[in-house]
Nanobody, 120 residues
C-alpha cells in the first residue's frame, strides 16, 4: 500500500505565498508522476500542476506564472510553491501520484488534502 501525506496548508492574505509538500511512502517501485489538484466548495476537483519523473511540468492556466511544482525523486516528495495568491485559490489541495508497485502494476493514489484559505 502507498500513502501520500500533505503538509503546508493554512491561511494567507491575498498577494501572499504558500508552499505545500507531499511525501509518498509505502510499497513504491517507481513513481510515474506526481501532482496537485484542488477542490473549492461547490466545485469539481481540478488540476493545479503535475510533474513527471523526467521533470516535465504542466500547469492550469489559472496558476501559470505564479506557481512552481517541483519534486525530489530520491525522497519521493513533491512540492508546490504558490505566489501572489488570490481568494479564488481557496480550496482543499490534494496530492496525487501514479505509482508502480512492481514492474507491471501501477495505481493512482491521493492524499487526504490540506486546506488553503486566501483572505481578501
Amino acid at each position: 500500500q502507498v500513502q501520500l501525506v500533505e503538509s503546508g496548508g493554512g491561511l494567507v492574505q491575498a498577494g501572499g505565498s504558500l508552499s505545500l509538500s507531499c511525501a509518498a511512502s509505502g510499497n513504491i517501485f517507481r513513481i510515474i508522476a506526481m501532482g496537485w489538484y484542488r477542490q473549492a466548495p461547490g466545485k469539481e476537483r481540478e488540476l493545479v500542476a503535475t510533474i513527471n519523473a523526467g521533470g516535465a511540468t504542466d500547469y492550469a492556466d489559472s496558476v501559470k506564472g505564479r506557481t512552481t511544482i517541483s519534486r525530489d525523486n530520491a525522497a519521493n516528495m513533491v512540492y508546490l510553491q504558490m505566489n501572489n495568491l488570490k481568494p479564488e485559490d481557496t480550496a482543499v489541495y490534494y496530492c496525487e501520484s501514479r505509482i508502480y508497485s512492481d514492474y507491471t502494476t501501477w495505481d493512482e493514489y491521493w492524499g487526504q488534502g490540506t486546506q488553503v484559505t486566501v483572505s481578501s
